[in-house]
Every structure is written in C-alpha cells, then in structure tokens.
C-alpha cells in the first residue's frame, strides 16, 4: 500500500471525478463511515452478547480493498470518511491503511479522516494518527468511574481509556466523548462527565441506546430519553443552541457555564434522517443505506469480480438510488425484537 509523506501542506480542494452520488430525496452522500472490523476487546452491554460469533477473516474485505473501496466513494463527492469497527484499531496492520487513505488529505480530495474508537488501543496510536492527518476522533466513554466502567464493558479497563485519551490530547488530536445514556446505570453522571470533559476542552454528546441486535439486556430497561437528560441539564446549566455540525446526526448546544459543547443523539426521541448524508460500509463490503433498516447492497463481488472500479460504481449507484428517507426504531415493552438484527459492531459504530 502507499507510503506517504506526513508533512501537511494547506490542500486543494478538487472537484468530484465522477457524478456525485445522489439519493432519491437529493441529499448527496458526502460522508461514509466504514467498518474495519467487527472484533471488539470490550462487551459493552448495550452493544453485543458476552458470547460473540465474530466473523471469520476470509469474509472480511483486504486492507487493500478498503482502500480501494474508500477512494471510488471519494471519487463520487465524499468528503468524510469514519473509520469504525467494532474497534477499528485492533486490526491488524491498520495504521497502514490510514497512512494509505491519507493521500486523499494531501490532495484535498478528502477534507477529514478520522475514528470512532474504546480508546483501548489509542495510547500506542495516536502520534502516528496525528501525523498521519488524524484532528479529531470520538472516544467512547460511558462512565469515569473505574468499577461500573468494568461492569458496562465487561472487559474493558479503564486505566487504558484514560491513558488514550490524555496521549490523543498530547499529540494534538481534537478529543469528543461519546456517552450512551443508559437509565438506571450512568444517568446520575451525566453532569459530572460533562464538566470533566468540558474541563479539559473536549465536547462530549449523549447517545441514545438503539435497538440493534439481540443481547442479554432488555431495552425498555437501558433506554433513557435524551428529551429527559436535556430538561434535568436545563435546571442545573443554561443551554444555548448553536448553529454547529460536524457532518454527523448530532445536534448541539453550549454551556454556558462551561464553555463547552454539549450534543445529543436522538433517533428514536427526535428522528434526525431529514438531512442524512451518510452511508455505512461494513467490513465484509455491505453497504447499508440507513443504519435503521436492512436493504443493502453488496459491493465486495463487484470489488473482487474485476480491476476496473466499473461495476463498483454501478453497484454503488443503484445503492444509492433506495436510500430510503427515514429510519424506524422503537424501544417499548410490546416490541421485543430488535428494529435490525445485526448488531452495532456489525454495522460499523
């Protein structure tokens, strides 16, 4: 794979080689988040089974073929691209397909590349990331208490996160903290993880849990509306709306007592799919059109039929022509199965 040079010079920013790609309601896909991965070193209990099946390497898609498969979505107008897993930085050799897409910074054809990571690998990473092109990465972090982190992840440690987080701040990486909201388990540390996050310059958003996949857990029981949190944070702190957007579902406010951005994630409170411009790729080449439904296409036979990106991009065409409008996720005592079956680590968080 390409070796590049890690100096930075102020990039160009070219114009699409191919038609953009367009769905039915007109929004032009300039975002994708791809999945390396579907292995993950924690079990978070919102996410996945303590016993997973995870898939077998045959079926995932090469480095290579990542790489290939990110450069035809930024040929067609994509501007951001997400790196997710599972946890995206315990495959093998990943730097290498970083250090490969990084190119695309160079030239200007790509304006961000970044992840969504546990934080568990970040402390060995995150210089290499930032001298990649690497500004701005999202960390996973539910609780700072040590003891209930343990207990949400299974296996995680916490000692690690923290040691990632502090390396990504000292290479000059833009830390976000990203909190699923779970009633009943980490509600009473919203405001404390806040502060703490606002303290060292990081935003932190609030997620709703999403009924992806089947686990031990029931839903109804983790799911705490974020409409909630909002109305308790209101009595406590002054929350401005502010006109801020980071390519993804987020909506923003600041604090005004700390200075800080506060975002919430809300698709099943607030259905956020009005302006989706995202697709997702998971790491055996499906690409689902909406997180919230299960049409997909598959783009690892057209990868592998031929050299030519030919039928790549017919097959991402026709892909983009059924992205429906909307998501439909419901969390309440009468539904019981999961909206989609796969689980989140499938999909590419």
Known sequence: MPTLPLAKSEPRRPEPTAPPLVDPFGRMITYVRVSVTDRCDMRCVYCMSEDMNFLPKRDLLSLEELDRLCTAFISRGVRKLRITGGEPLVRRNIMSLFRALSRHLDSGAL?????????????????????????????????????????????????RVMAGVDAAQKAGIAVKINMV??????????????????????????????????????????????????????????LREIDFKTGGPARYVRIAETGGRLGFITPLTHNFCEGCNRVRVTCTGTLYMCLGQDDAADLRAPLRASASDELLHEALEAAIARKPKGHDFIIDRSQTKPAVSRHMSVTGG
Request: glycine letters at 6%.
């Open 111 to 159: 304006s961000e590349l970044t992840l969504t990571t546990n934080g568990s690998q970040l402390a060995d990473h995150a210089d290499e990331l930032a001298a990649i092109g690497v500004r701005r990465i999202n960390v996973s972090l539910d609780t700072l208490d040590p003891t209930k982190f343990r207990a949400i992840t299974r296996w995680g440690d916490h000692a």
């Open 181 to 238: 909201a779970l009633q009943g388990v980490n509600d009473q540390e919203i405001a404390p993880m806040l502060e703490w996050a606002h303290g060292r310059g990081m935003d932190l958003t609030l997620i709703e849990v999403m009924p992806l996949g089947k686990i031990e857990a029931e839903r109804a029981d983790q799911f705490l509306p974020l409409s909630l949190v909002e109305a308790r944070l209101k009595e406590r702190y002054t």
